[in-house]
């Protein structure tokens, strides 16, 4: 008995992650019922929609419940604005979807953070109240706190899908989906529900009523990206947060200057393996259902400047604030300050769209300022540019410095998006710039030469040319099912081997 509970009820000590082989049985169980639904949509459709509710519950509870919640609320809308006559009526649609589902995520995620500031600006006393939690309490005779907000798991991404449906259908790029069940589908696909990458439904939605299709090619891609991002989340990030990265950033200044140089250089590549090992998962497993999902990352360390990190980094967001903040707040069409100011306001916002607080509010900042000042720097050195482009060996020592620098701008920037306070974040840039205790760098590499490695493995893969990588991928793809199964089932004792006592979550499912 107590183990159908553990299977089907959610606990709050044993989410449901990628990393979790009770992931993989549920979705070998989905994969069973899903070879005899594939081929009727509609059944394919409402059937990952059920499941994919599931797997929000027990990801995430019964914030289950919000997510029916938006799901209804936006299906209504984007009717409603395709039904509207008058431009007036379909602006009023459009924008009770973007109060609605921005409310609700104000509400869960930045009504500590303003009412923090509030509270100290004016020195009033107002105290959170949870109301979702009151109001279920009243309706069902629960006694979750009412104190306490918690946030929804994977909220802001599924609300930034959903406005831009309703915003998509108003701007006439697609028409409303068929039903209802089709559109929670979209919106909660399990793969990238939780941690991205953002799904355009203009990019979506279009594949709900195509056939199933799952090549050769596609399917060995799939287990190459699957394998690929168990690697960088188990192997490599998991392993350098849990055995340095974590202790130092928990107190810097309990550490040399050399390790918090070394810790931040570990983020770094923690951060990618962690995230972009998610999306990669979260790729493999939706083409395994047929279904294709964007882009999210392409080697950002190799970015020649801030400008190219963003086309690179969390693609998916990225282009959403582009195409849905940046531009309409009037992008570079009104002028250079202007256009400054819009990429401002748009990092900014993009910071404190990670968490409310104000270390991603200089992070987005950080990476603001570096975009303004990319933007003066290329339309002043134009010509410079233009010289090196016809000098091949300047032209090579160029990229080098750019990428290099690039690299060093984004690790300082993830100072403050990792550290805990902004005391932390400072204290370790103190620590990096004046007790850096050169002395004992031979020590510190000796005790700690197995993270050291990791870290340099992780870069320099990172940095190898794309070409070799593909066709590394190219050559598993290739490979016969007996070979590809011996790859998988090495793999997994490998992971098994490294995996850490406790399994640790992904970075991106607290934003």
């Not at 953002?198 to 891609?221: C, D, N, S, W």
């Not at 190898?464 to 070979?483: A, C, M, V, Y």
Request: include cysteine.
């Amino acid at each position: 008995m107590n183990i159908v509970k553990d299977i089907l009820l959610y606990s709050e000590d044993d989410p449901l992650f990628f990393t979790r082989f009770y992931f993989w049985g549920f979705f070998a169980v989905l994969l069973v019922f899903y070879s005899v639904l594939y081929k009727k949509n509609l059944l394919r459709n409402a059937y990952l929609f059920i499941m994919s509710l599931f797997f929000y519950y027990k990801s995430g509870g019964y914030f289950f419940t919000l997510l029916i919640f938006s799901t209804i609320a936006d299906y209504t809308l984007g009717q409603l604005i395709y039904a509207a006559r008058t431009n007036i009526r379909k602006k009023l649609f459009v924008a009770t979807s973007v109060v609605i589902n921005l409310g609700l995520l104000a509400y869960f995620k930045y009504t500590y953070f303003f009412t923090d500031i509030i509270n100290h600006t004016f020195q009033t006393n107002f105290e959170v109240v949870n109301y979702l939690a009151r109001w279920t309490n009243d309706l069902t005779g629960s006694s979750f706190s009412i104190s306490k907000i918690i946030l929804p798991v994977g909220i802001s991404f599924y609300t930034f899908q959903t406005i831009s449906y309703t915003v998509d259908v108003y701007r006439e790029k697609l028409k409303p989906v068929r039903n209802i069940i089709d559109f929670g589908f979209y919106v909660s696909f399990f793969p990238q529900l939780v941690a991205g990458p953002i799904v355009r439904a203009a990019e979506f939605i279009p594949q709900l009523y195509q056939k199933f299709r799952l090549t050769v090619q596609e399917f060995g891609h799939a287990i190459f990206l699957i394998l690929n991002g168990l690697i960088k989340k188990m192997l490599i990030s998991d392993y350098i947060s849990i055995n340095f990265v974590d202790r130092v950033f928990e107190s810097p200044l309990s550490f040399t200057g050399f390790e918090n140089l070394m810790a931040v250089y570990g983020y770094s590549i923690q951060i990618y393996c962690d995230f972009s090992g998610y999306t990669d998962i979260a790729i493999g497993v939706a083409l395994l259902l047929g279904f294709k999902l964007p882009i999210n990352f392409n080697s950002p360390y190799k970015a020649i400047n801030i400008t190219d990190f963003w086309r690179r980094w969390h693609i998916s967001l990225s282009s959403w604030l582009r195409d849905y903040l940046y531009i309409p707040l009037g992008g570079n069409k009104k002028g250079k300050a202007r256009m400054h100011v819009n990429l401002m306001i748009t990092m900014l916002l993009g910071g404190l769209w990670h968490g409310a607080n104000m270390r991603f509010v200089i992070w987005g900042g950080l990476h603001g300022i570096g975009l303004v000042i990319h933007k003066l720097w290329a339309k002043m050195n134009l010509s410079l540019s233009k010289y090196y482009t016809s000098r091949s060996s300047k032209n090579l020592f160029y990229h080098f410095i750019s990428v290099f620098t690039t690299f060093h701008l984004v690790t300082f920037a993830w100072i403050f998006f990792r550290a805990k306070t902004l005391d932390n974040a400072f204290g370790m840039i103190q620590q990096i710039a004046g007790n850096f205790q050169f002395n004992l760098i031979p020590v510190m590499i000796s005790s700690y030469y197995r993270i050291f490695l990791l870290i340099l493995l992780g870069l320099v893969i990172h940095w190898l040319p794309t070409s070799l990588k593909e066709r590394w991928r190219g050559i598993f793809i290739k490979t016969n099912i007996i070979i590809k199964v011996i790859i998988v089932v090495v793999v997994i004792f490998i992971l098994y081997q490294a995996k850490s006592a406790e399994i640790q979550p992904f970075i991106y499912f607290q934003f």
